[in-house]
């Protein structure tokens, strides 16, 4: 029997607003968008990975493979912490609260302080049987993420472990120093580490009701695996021997990102070290099955970022931190600094027939142990960039559904594919969050099909779009209409018209928005910031259309929640 025919919308937790919060989307917040929703039949909300990160704020870079983002919190939701502490908060934050962008330094510095304050008001916590359950629960990865996090401290703020003091800079060194710590003061360490397993209890709490709340509505929540963690994460500290520690992985350079001259060079090199899945494996691949076992009790559905790099993965010889040395250098003169190797592909390239069939082999039993650990819950792989091809046919034949970006998916003619021929077992969509949203995307193609040296593509951009919303192809760049609600009708009827599985719109596409969520191979306040201008409780007459108009197609083809 086929799975329902679902339409979502992509909303991070960070673009989303509700009335009191401190300046960010938090849990509270997803529980209205998913009333929102239900009333609008739409099925599945689409987030960004909710785990905890480090500093430069990328959901794709956590310090833990499993602990969640505390500064989703709702705060008034936690016990010892009362209303004037809420009030000075607010105060606190400014005009971080109704900025247009997400200020992280700002919300998160306001938001530990309320944090810290609760804890110290519910000393009592450490009695609570909820929360003796939750750490014995939860024991094979908490330990070592709380000590990560009390290490970070005494590295005075610093979360990559290479740059610590050498009196704990390794996993055998920091369990000897925390042995010394607490024969000082054990009371004090306890405590301290104590408090960032309090923050995942609540996380665990607020997330696993926010589940309960998508249940009761019927509309699906869809996580966000990445690809790896971060260099700089408890899991590498503590468990090194899943990882290769001088091998980074990345995406090949791609002609569709041009805002950053070292990917356009290199490739993408996301700091995130490559597997040992000769070690994974022979541990019945432990690490993945805690992985996506913690996280069951929250989603639904899986989307598993970059599942290429199941079967093969771009790996680059240097740490991110060295892009800016090697960025100059020809292909020769960076072999010299590192050995002879250069990003290639790892383990081995798709060069030859055995090679092919030698990495079609090793993505099967990674991706079964991962639809395995899902259990119930679909599972969605993103496919996009440079793809084998025997990929797609693969993923078909495990039932995992792959990305059918539409003006993308293109015959050998060059043709757009008809909608009608997608597989049942697919994800249609026109952008992710890597991607202008689609106003963006065609408004960029008709300048650029004005003059310069991107002219010739942005031209085939405007016919593939237009070829696949049925609309008329223009002779000339300059021909083509400016995006409006006429067009933005014909395209996003002809996506929900697919016949794939799963149609998903981003929220700055639903509203019109030129916004894009993330530029690839870039660090900044351009990135993971955007959030919508309206509050839940006060949607504008103007988005509650884009909205209806929404709903009425996710009805006539048989989306419905």
Same mark, same amino acid.
């Given at each position: 029997m086929d799975k329902q025919r679902m339409a979502g919308i992509l909303f991070p937790v960070f673009s989303m607003r509700r009335e009191g919060d401190l300046g960010i989307g938090d849990t509270t917040?997803?529980?209205?968008?998913?009333?929102?929703?239900?009333?609008?039949?739409?099925?599945?909300?689409?987030?960004?990975?909710?785990?905890?990160?480090?500093?430069?704020?990328?959901?794709?870079?956590?310090?833990?493979?499993?602990?969640?983002?505390?500064?989703?919190?709702?705060?008034?939701k936690i016990k010892g912490v009362e209303p004037a502490m809420l009030n000075k908060a607010r105060a606190s934050c400014g005009v971080a609260r109704i900025a247009a962008t997400v200020d992280y330094s700002t919300v998160w510095q306001v938001k530990l302080r309320?944090?810290?304050?609760?804890?110290?008001?519910?000393?009592?916590?450490?009695?609570?049987?909820?929360?003796?359950s939750f750490k014995k629960k939860h024991k094979s990865w908490l330990r070592h993420y709380c000590l990560y996090r009390w290490l970070i401290d005494e590295a005075g703020g610093l979360e990559d472990w290479s740059l610590w003091p050498e009196a704990f800079n390794s996993a055998g060194k920091a369990k000897r120093y925390e042995v010394r710590k607490k024969r000082k003061d054990r009371a004090e360490v306890?405590?301290?580490?104590?408090?960032?397993?309090?923050?995942?209890?609540?996380?665990?709490?607020?997330?696993?009701?926010? &589940?309960?709340? =998508?249940?009761?509505?019927?509309?699906?929540?869809?996580?966000?695996?990445? @690809? $790896?963690?971060?260099?700089a994460s408890a899991d590498v500290f503590f468990e090194p021997e899943w990882f290769h520690l001088d091998l980074f992985?990345?995406?090949?350079?791609?002609?569709?990102?041009?805002?950053?001259?070292?990917?356009?060079?290199?490739?993408?090199?996301?700091?995130?070290?490559?597997? &040992?899945?000769? =070690?994974?494996?022979?541990?019945?691949?432990?690490?993945?099955?805690?992985? @996506? $076992?913690?996280?069951?009790?929250?989603?639904?559905?899986?989307?598993?970022?970059?599942?290429?790099?199941?079967?093969r993965i771009y790996s680059f010889p240097w740490h991110p931190r060295r892009n800016p040395e090697f960025l100059p250098l020809s292909a020769e003169q960076a072999a010299k600094l590192t050995k002879g190797r250069l990003p290639s592909f790892s383990p081995r390239e798709d060069d030859t027939m055995v090679h092919k069939a030698q990495n079609l082999l090793d993505g099967d039993k990674y991706i079964r142990a991962v639809v395995d650990a899902a259990g119930c819950a679909e599972v969605i792989g993103e496919d996009l960039g440079s793809v084998p091809d025997y990929v797609r046919p693969h993923l078909l034949e495990l039932g995992v559904a792959g990305f059918k970006v539409c003006h993308w998916?293109?015959?050998?003619r060059g043709i757009v594919i008809p909608v009608e021929e997608y597989p049942e077992c697919s994800f249609a969509c026109y952008s992710t969050h890597d991607m202008a949203p689609l106003k963006k995307l065609w408004e960029e193609a008709r300048h650029d099909a004005q003059s310069g040296p991107d002219k010739r593509d942005a031209e085939l951009k405007l016919k593939a779009l237009s070829q696949f919303a049925g609309l008329p192809v223009q002779r000339r760049g300059k021909e083509y209409p400016a995006?409006?609600?006429?067009?933005?009708?014909?395209?996003?009827?002809?996506?929900?018209?697919?016949?794939?599985?799963?149609?998903?719109?981003?929220?700055?596409?639903?509203?019109d928005s030129s916004v894009q969520i993330n530029f690839p191979g870039t660090v900044g306040d351009q990135n993971w910031t955007y959030r919508v201008s309206w509050e839940f409780g006060s949607i504008p007459k103007t988005v509650q259309r884009e909205m209806d108009k929404l709903q009425r197609l996710i009805t006539k083809y048989d989306r419905g929640a």
């Open positions: 917040a997803v529980k209205q968008c998913l009333d929102w929703f239900a009333q609008h039949q739409v099925g599945f909300l689409q987030l960004l990975p909710i785990n905890v990160t480090g500093a430069d704020r990328s959901p794709y870079s956590a310090i833990s493979s499993v602990a969640l983002d505390p500064i989703y919190l709702d705060l008034e309320v944090l810290r304050q609760a804890f110290k008001n519910n000393q009592n916590a450490k009695e609570n049987a909820s929360f003796g306890l405590a301290a580490q104590d408090y960032y397993a309090w923050e995942q209890w609540h996380a665990f709490s607020q997330w696993e009701s926010v &589940r309960d709340h =998508a249940d009761k509505l019927g509309v699906k929540l869809m996580g966000d695996v990445p @690809i $790896g963690v971060s260099y992985g990345g995406a090949p350079p791609e002609t569709e990102f041009k805002a950053d001259a070292f990917t356009t060079k290199w490739g993408q090199n996301w700091g995130v070290p490559v597997y &040992r899945w000769d =070690a994974i494996e022979k541990s019945d691949y432990r690490w993945w099955k805690r992985r @996506i $076992g913690e996280l069951s009790s929250i989603f639904h559905q899986f989307r598993i970022d970059h599942i290429l790099g199941f079967y998916e293109l015959d050998s995006y409006s609600h006429k067009l933005k009708k014909a395209f996003l009827e002809t996506l929900l018209s697919a016949g794939s599985r799963y149609a998903a719109i981003q929220i700055n596409e639903l509203v």
